[in-house]
């Protein structure tokens, strides 16, 4: 079992940056997929950012290529996500996800067994 809390959210400006945080506790995450996922109110859940924790390799959606950042310390168990030049689209609670499967880095919510709580990023115009 794994336990994933999410932090790092806010209110910020267009053009501006936020860092979230997935901090994972359980047993650790050697050879999961690690996803970020958002979703907006009336709106389904959609992908955003994944990393595979043995490659270290990362996918994006196009809607946050150049933008975001995904990346992973080991040592802390722990992923991130960095956004910069956020915009009002933006927009939306972004959850943290794990997929141990093994099945390389999948898209589909319906693929990961473990979720966070939430944490509500809201940017401005």
């Known amino acids: 079992q794994v336990q994933l809390v999410e932090s790092g959210g806010g209110l910020v400006q267009a053009g501006g940056s936020l860092r979230l945080s997935c901090a994972a506790s359980?047993?650790?995450?050697?050879?999961?997929?690690m996803g970020w996922f958002r979703q907006a109110p009336g709106k389904v859940r959609e992908f955003v950012a994944a990393?595979?924790?043995?490659?270290?390799?990362?996918y994006y959606a196009d809607s946050v290529k150049g933008r975001f950042t995904i990346s992973r310390d080991n040592a802390k168990n722990t992923v991130y996500l960095q956004m910069n030049s956020l915009k009002p689209e933006d927009t939306a609670a972004y959850y943290c996800?794990?997929?141990?499967?093994?099945?390389?880095?999948?898209?589909?919510?319906?693929?990961?067994?473990?979720w966070g709580q939430g944490t509500q990023v809201t940017v401005s115009s």
């Open positions: 359980g047993r650790t995450l050697g050879s999961y997929v």
């Open positions: 996800a794990a997929d141990p499967q093994r099945l390389g880095v999948r898209m589909n919510p319906a693929a990961y067994d473990y």
């Open positions: 990393i595979s924790w043995t490659s270290g390799r990362s």
